[in-house]
């Protein structure tokens, strides 16, 4: 089944405890990417990568990191949390780049709270 | 500036009613897509429809359809017949430019009354 898998589901952390969201798609999509959403705000990227080696940041990279050393698994690395990064986060992947015709498949998000 | 604008932070509509959920969208790039995503309240991140740039018809896709006024910039998405297990929350999103950035507005909440 094509799908793209995201862990934990759930996240409990205290502050300054680095930590590691894992993202693995298995469509051969080039294009993935992580999101935040807060209430009133939406959706905001906070990374995304078109290829293996390529990231880019997105409008909230801030205290975030990526990496892309496989084309499947693209994981978000949070070095010190804070509780402003409490926040539910979306992978998502897609064919590209160039394809603006292309939906973005999405897992099924972490919720991560910074105490 | 924002580039994506849904200007309805809520809405409550009557079971069985059509409702408009408004999206408006910048872009100075001529090849762009437009996507509905519909997020219930178990958080999972569902797609609606589609529409590109190119596309001269509205896109349709069962109850939903969208309402593409490329002049206004304006990406309404239009569900016919609402049905109860439409109470959630919708997205509009724009793919475009070389940089591939895809972003989304902050949403509508839908309630469905019975």
């Known amino acids: 089944e094509a799908q793209v898998t995201q862990n934990p589901r759930y996240l409990i952390t205290v502050t300054g405890k680095k930590l590691t969201v894992t993202c693995s798609q298995n469509?051969?999509?080039?294009?993935m990417s992580w999101y935040r959403q807060d209430p009133g705000l939406g959706l905001r990227q906070i990374y995304y990568s078109m290829n293996v080696e390529v990231t880019d940041k997105g409008d909230v990279p801030e205290g975030y990191k990526v990496s892309r050393k496989e084309k499947r698994n693209f994981p978000l690395i949070l070095e010190s949390p804070s509780p402003n990064q409490t926040s539910l986060y979306f992978c998502?992947?897609?064919?590209?780049?160039?394809?603006?015709?292309?939906?973005?498949?999405f897992g099924s998000g972490t919720q991560l709270s910074v105490l | 500036a924002q580039k994506i604008t849904q200007t309805q932070p809520g809405m409550f509509v009557q079971e069985k009613e059509a409702v408009t959920l408004d999206c408006t969208y910048d872009?100075?790039?001529?090849?762009?897509?437009l996507f509905w995503y519909k997020q219930p309240s178990s958080g999972e991140m569902i797609f609606l429809i589609y529409q590109g740039s190119y596309d001269q018809q509205n896109a349709t896709e069962g109850r939903y359809s969208l309402n593409f006024q490329k002049a206004r910039k304006s990406a309404n998405l239009v569900i016919s017949a609402s049905q109860l297990g439409d109470s959630a929350m919708y997205f509009c999103?724009?793919?475009?430019?070389?940089?591939?950035?895809?972003?989304f507005g902050k949403g509508t909440r839908l309630h469905i009354l019975p």
């Open positions: 998502a992947s897609s064919l590209g780049p160039g394809n603006y015709n292309e939906k973005l498949f």
């Open positions: 999103a724009m793919r475009e430019g070389p940089d591939d950035k895809i972003i």
């Open positions: 469509m051969n999509h080039e294009y």
């Open positions: 872009t100075s790039d001529p090849s762009y897509g």
